[in-house]
Structures are given as structure tokens and as C-alpha cells.
Antibody, heavy 124, light 110 residues
Framework: QVQLVQSGAEVKKPGSSVTVSCKAS????????ISWVRQAPGQGLEWMGG????????HYAQNFGGRVTITADESTSTAYMELSSLRSEDTAMYYC?????????????????WGQGTMVTVSS | QSVLTQPPSVSAAPGQKVTISCSGS????????VSWYQQLPGTAPKLLIY???KRPSGIPDRFSGSKSGTSATLGITGLQTGDEADYYC???????????FGGGTKLTVL
């Protein structure tokens, strides 16, 4: 069974950048869409963006103003999410999530396997 | 402010049934599939329903989904204390070209 294993917690200064990794253990990322979803403390889920490595296509949520960059390294089955110009409001748990496939049909907006989450704290 | 609207909380007694609504627009729910997730405290979300009303392998038939127009509904029957969690709807928004979620609904099993 594929697992998504994320990198560890980060503490960052305002204005800096953070990169979170997401490695597919026991499988590959290339055939699936990988999205990043964040959750601020006590708040709901927020989709940040996604990538389909096989087609090298990405989509990003507009409300991040171009601060998010999502990439994937198929050779290591690892996806990355970089968030720049960090501010205190970016303090959140960040999840990677794999797009669900049923038979030959795959979805970029439905997620069946999630990483364990990476807590990013932005504080001066 | 979430693109999809859910009630903040619902409650019901053990063994009873509860429904959770998710309201959107033609650019999201109206023209795309809806999925539902359960998030237990301190854990990552878990997929309960995909393509409006289908259950992934391993999800009991106590959980059901439906969609009509620009709204969707999650139903849970035979409530158990273990069902206490936050529930989220999600879909794609064609106007935004982005995934969107509801604000989440906290289920309390009294």
C-alpha cells in the first residue's frame, strides 16, 4: 500500500521560504495527481495547488498570489511544495494528498491517500 | 470564507441518522463531482465519498452521498461515538481552476 511520507516540522521567520517534501513509499507519484492542502490551527481545509507529474501540469489556488510552487521528481517519487514570502497567517499543517483513481478514471480533486502532515510555524 | 458552504455543526444521538449539507454554485458543485472527507482529531482527512455518491473500498454503507443541482449531502446512519469528527465536502471549481472545500462540519454524537 502506498504511503505519502512528508518532511518534518519547520519554524520559519516572516519573509522567508519553506519547502516541504512528500515521498511516495511503496509506489510512484508519476501516474497520479498530487495536491497540497493546508489547515490553519482550528480551521478548515484549503487547497493550495496540484501537479500531475506524468503531464507536467500544475494548478495553483489564486489566493496565494504566486507564492506557491509545486514540483515533482519522478526519479525519487517525491513531490515538493515551496511557499515563499511567509507571513504569520501561513502557520498551518500542510498535507500532500494523492488524487484518487478508480479503474481507469483518475481525479485531480479527490484525494484517497494523505501524508501525515507537516507543521509549519511562522514566527519572528 | 469558503467557496462551499457547510453548517458549522450538527448533532444526533447514537444509532440515529444525520445529514450534512454542502452548498455551492454552477461553477463548482453544479458541474463537477463532489467528494466527502472525515477528519478525526489530530489526523489527516479520510476519503468517504467520491463522484457524489460512491464509496471507496472499506467505507461502510452507513455513509452515503447525494447531489442535486448546486448542493450535495452526506448522510450517516447508525451513528456511533467513533463518528465524532469534522466532515468536509470538496470539488473542483471550473471558474477558479482550483480545488475547493467547504468550511467543515463538526459532528457530535450525543
Amino acid at each position: 500500500q502506498v504511503q505519502l511520507v512528508q518532511s518534518g516540522a519547520e519554524v520559519k521567520k516572516p519573509g522567508s521560504s519553506v519547502t516541504v517534501s512528500c515521498k511516495a513509499s511503496g509506489g510512484t507519484v508519476s501516474s497520479y495527481a498530487i495536491s497540497w492542502v493546508r489547515q490553519a490551527p482550528g480551521q478548515g481545509l484549503e487547497w493550495m495547488g496540484g501537479i500531475i507529474p506524468m503531464f507536467d501540469t500544475t494548478h495553483y489556488a489564486q489566493n496565494f498570489g504566486g507564492r506557491v510552487t509545486i514540483t515533482a521528481d519522478e526519479s525519487t517519487s517525491t513531490a515538493y511544495m515551496e511557499l515563499s514570502s511567509l507571513r504569520s497567517e501561513d502557520t498551518a499543517m500542510y498535507y500532500c494528498a494523492r488524487g484518487f483513481c478508480s479503474g481507469t478514471k483518475c481525479y485531480r480533486d479527490t484525494f484517497d491517500i494523505w501524508g501525515q502532515g507537516t507543521m509549519v510555524t511562522v514566527s519572528s | 470564507q469558503s467557496v462551499l458552504t457547510q453548517p458549522p455543526s450538527v448533532s444526533a444521538a447514537p444509532g440515529q441518522k444525520v445529514t450534512i449539507s454542502c452548498s455551492g454554485s454552477t461553477s463548482n458543485i453544479g458541474n463537477n463531482y463532489v467528494s466527502w472527507y472525515q477528519q478525526l482529531p489530530g489526523t489527516a482527512p479520510k476519503l468517504l465519498i467520491y463522484e457524489n455518491d460512491k464509496r471507496p473500498s472499506g467505507i461502510p454503507d452507513r455513509f452515503s452521498g447525494s447531489k442535486s443541482g448546486t448542493s450535495a449531502t452526506l448522510g450517516i446512519t447508525g451513528l456511533q461515538t467513533g463518528d465524532e469528527a469534522d466532515y468536509y465536502c470538496g470539488t473542483w471549481d471550473s471558474g477558479l481552476s482550483a480545488g475547493v472545500f467547504g468550511g467543515g462540519t463538526k459532528l457530535t454524537v450525543l
